[in-house]
Structures are given as structure tokens and as C-alpha cells.
């Protein structure tokens, strides 16, 4: 079974400019989900998707970030314009049902940004 | 404060060694997971747990709800097991810890 793809796997932009990430979850997959991860933290959900839908965006910083799931299945997330502090491993992960109770997320190998 | 905590943050240890990991959170939830992250920034799963115990292989991972703790033992850690260890726990959503490092040397 293919796992979660992700691409590109490194980006190096200035800052002000705009950069986008895909990520095709595993099929069949209902629940999707990016995470920031910043050097030395944990993962920070930016916001998971049920299907097309938006269960979270509640940590999305909305003036600059954007995702869209549009068919359900694979998803995009913009960031337009990149801040220094934008700099991180954006993750993708997918579950096969709602997301909710005891499921397992699994991960993609992230897509490592650097803002210059 | 965060709601997950884990020590140490870095961890180092020979070949063979006995290596525990251990993570305490303050919210209640409804399933705490062990994830490994390797250089690169891949992301496996290692353990849900809900109550009681879990092994697989040469990992053992622990569980106590009262009190809130939850602890990833390695036995026999060999150079292979060096990677990043996070908690997360589940509430609504998973709440990540900031990880443990652990580099264990030949």
C-alpha cells in the first residue's frame, strides 16, 4: 500500500514570495491534515479536512494560508506571502475515517521550507 | 505550560542500553500515541494507547491514566533507534509534545 505523498520535499523561497505544497493522501483515505512543524517543537495542526470539507482551520493564519481539498482526495496548501518565520516541515497526514476517537494518523515525509 | 510534556529533551545512550522516555500530560483524553521521526522528517506510529500496556518488538509503551504519565521503554537500544520521539495526545485533536532525541552510539 502506497503511503502518504507529499512534494516537493525541500523549498528554499525568499521571504514575500509564494510558495504551495501537495500532498496526496493514501487512497481511500476520508481525513486529511497538514501540520506545521517548527524546528525543535512538535507538529501544530494548521487544518484538517474531512473529504472536500473543513472539520479545523482554527490555527490557520488565514491572511497568509490557504488550503484546498477540492475532490476529496489529494490537497494543496499555500502560503502567499512567506514570512521568515514560515520556515518549518510542513506535514501531511492522513486518516481513514472521521478523525475523531482513536484512529490512526499516517504521516507523509513532510515538505522542509526554508525562508530566506 | 504545555499540555504535553516530555523528558528528557535529549536523550544519548550505548548499544544495548535500557532507554525510558517519558511524556505527562494535563488535559484529559482518549487515546495517547508514540510517534518516531526520523531525519527527514517522515512520521511513523508507533504505539495508541488508552489504558494498560502495549509491545511490539523491543518497544514497550505504558500507560496511566490517573495519574496522567505515559512512558516508552527501548530494550537493547541498538544505533537504529536514534530518531526523534514524540507524544501526542488526543482531545478533540492530537496535541503534540516537543519530542525527545535520542542518539544512541555503537
Known amino acids: 500500500e502506497a503511503g502518504v505523498a507529499q512534494s516537493p520535499r525541500y523549498k528554499i523561497i525568499e521571504k514575500r514570495q509564494s510558495v504551495a505544497f501537495w500532498c496526496n493522501p493514501i487512497?481511500?483515505?476520508?481525513?486529511l491534515y497538514w501540520y506545521q512543524q517548527i524546528l525543535g517543537q512538535g507538529p501544530k495542526l494548521l487544518i484538517q479536512?474531512?473529504?472536500?470539507?473543513?472539520?479545523?482551520d482554527s490555527q490557520l493564519p488565514k491572511d497568509r494560508f490557504s488550503a484546498e481539498r477540492l475532490k476529496g482526495v489529494d490537497s494543496t496548501l499555500k502560503i502567499q506571502p512567506a514570512k521568515l518565520e514560515d520556515s518549518a516541515v510542513y506535514l501531511c497526514?492522513?486518516?481513514?475515517?472521521?478523525?475523531?476517537?482513536?484512529?490512526?494518523?499516517?504521516f507523509g515525509p513532510g515538505t522542509r521550507l526554508l525562508v530566506l | 505550560k504545555n499540555e504535553v510534556e516530555q523528558s528528557p529533551q535529549n536523550l544519548t545512550a550505548q548499544e544495548g542500553e535500557f532507554i525510558t522516555i517519558n511524556c505527562s500530560y494535563s488535559?484529559?483524553?482518549?487515546?495517547l500515541h508514540w510517534l518516531q521521526q526520523h531525519p527527514g522528517g517522515g512520521i511513523v506510529s508507533l504505539f495508541m494507547?488508552?489504558?494498560g500496556k502495549k509491545k511490539h518488538g523491543r518497544l514497550i509503551a505504558t500507560i496511566n491514566i490517573q495519574e496522567k504519565h505515559s512512558s516508552l521503554h527501548i530494550t537493547a537500544s541498538h544505533p537504529r533507534d536514534s530518531a526523534v520521539y514524540i507524544c501526542?495526545?488526543?482531545?478533540?485533536?492530537?496535541?503534540f509534545g516537543t519530542g525527545t532525541r535520542l542518539q544512541v552510539f555503537p
Open positions: 488535559v484529559g483524553i482518549s487515546a
Open positions: 501526542a495526545v488526543r482531545k478533540n485533536k492530537l496535541i
Open positions: 497526514a492522513s486518516s481513514l475515517g472521521s478523525g475523531l476517537g482513536q484512529e490512526t494518523q499516517y
Open positions: 494507547l488508552s489504558s
Open positions: 479536512f474531512q473529504n472536500n470539507g473543513v472539520v479545523d
Open positions: 487512497s481511500g483515505h476520508a481525513t
